[in-house]
């Protein structure tokens, strides 16, 4: 069975200060891959998608960036986290094929301090 | 630019009740329609995906309809439970790539 992993669940860092959150997905091949940010009592902002190794699309211009180094593996990243850059950070994952649903990790609450 | 509205945004209702939640959206050209359910601080639980083709899902006490060309899906619960409790968010992908968009949820609370 297919299972999504997101670490870590939890973490505070300064302000000033580089990030990286990774998301690997086990028991399946060739996925789209998602991070979304959703802010306290708000909906899912897509922040970056993937459908292949190396290629990123970002929805939104920001302090963020996005890698998929690997297949299975996305790492979403920043150089120098603003205190905007607090939420609750979820990835997804989603077979190519329109008949089969998305799966999300447990999320990754960030809190810039 | 697909646009997703739920409404309501809350929702509180009794134990026992039957209710329906509403999802909107701009941009007819869909694939599918997912609708999840999230607890306070936890990921999001898949609970009916309907592709455009279909016109609806059912899961238990769950019935989903879709009606692309009007851009409406509704998510019917029956007999609501306490643990029914959660935000139920909806989300449709769009034929134009593989994005997928989302609306801003509906907070359901059952009260026993």
């Known amino acids: 069975s297919q299972t999504i992993h997101q670490w870590p669940a939890t973490l505070v860092q300064p302000v000033g200060s580089p990030l990286s959150l990774e998301c690997t997905v086990e028991?399946?091949?060739?996925?789209?891959l998602y991070w979304y940010r959703q802010a306290a009592g708000r909906g899912l902002q897509l922040l970056f998608y993937s459908v292949g190794i190396g290629q990123i699309s970002s929805e939104v211009p920001q302090n963020l960036s996005a890698s998929r180094p690997q297949d299975r593996q996305f790492i979403l990243s920043s150089k120098k986290l603003l205190l905007s850059d607090s939420g609750f950070y979820l990835c997804a994952w989603k077979a190519r094929s329109h008949r089969i649903e998305a799966f999300f990790g447990q999320g990754t609450r960030l809190t810039v301090v | 630019k697909q646009e997703v509205t739920q409404i309501p945004a809350a929702l509180s209702v009794p134990e026992g009740e039957n209710l329906v939640l509403n999802c909107s959206f701009t941009d007819s050209a869909i694939y599918n329609l997912q609708w999840f359910r999230q607890d306070p601080g936890k990921g999001l639980t898949s609970l009916l995906l309907i592709q455009s083709s279909q016109r609806e899902q059912t899961s238990g006490r769950l019935n989903a309809s879709l009606d692309k060309s009007s851009g409406r899906s509704t998510l019917y619960i029956a007999a609501s439970q306490p643990g029914d409790s959660a935000t139920y968010l909806c989300a449709v992908q769009e034929t134009s790539g593989s994005r997928l968009t989302f609306g801003e949820g509906t907070q359901l609370t059952v009260n026993p």
């Open positions: 028991g399946t091949s060739n996925p789209n």
